[in-house]
Nanobody
Framework: QVQLVESGGGLVQAGGSLNLSCLAS????????MTWFRQVPGKEREGVAC????????FYAESVKGRFTISQDDAQHNVYLQMDGLKPEDTAMYYC???????????????????WGQGIQVTVSS
């Protein structure tokens, strides 16, 4: 059974940084694409950044390009989201998600993902 547990969220001032972690169990990164999503109340879940199973391919939402970096540590079964230059509009619940992919690719579409973490709050004050 796949389990995903997020950590590293919290409150930060605008312009600051946070590094989110997602500890994955029950899967091997060789088989799975990993993605970070975020959601604010009343809005759809938004794909923020994804990474293919080998780490060779990454994709970012336009709103976070140049500020966020996704990476993974295969040995520790962690996926990270380094968030720099945070803005108040980055405030949201952040979720880690995983899906088994047979190709070297990933998606920012929520419907494509079958495994989700419980989410962690990120709040950016102005």
């Amino acid at each position: 059974q796949v389990q995903l547990v997020e950590s590293g969220g919290g409150l930060v001032q605008a312009g600051g940084s946070l590094n989110l972690s997602c500890l994955a169990s029950g899967l091997t990164f060789d088989d799975y694409a990993m993605t970070w999503f975020r959601q604010v109340p009343g809005k759809e879940r938004e794909g923020v950044a994804c990474i293919s199973w080998s780490g060779a391919n990454t994709f970012y939402a336009e709103s976070v390009k140049g500020r966020f970096t996704i990476s993974q540590d295969d040995a520790q079964h962690n996926v990270y989201l380094q968030m720099d230059g945070l803005k108040p509009e980055d405030t949201a619940m952040y979720y880690c998600a995983a899906v088994g992919y047979g190709v070297e690719a990933c998606s920012l579409e929520a419907w494509a993902y079958t495994n989700w973490g419980q989410g962690i709050q990120v709040t950016v004050s102005s």
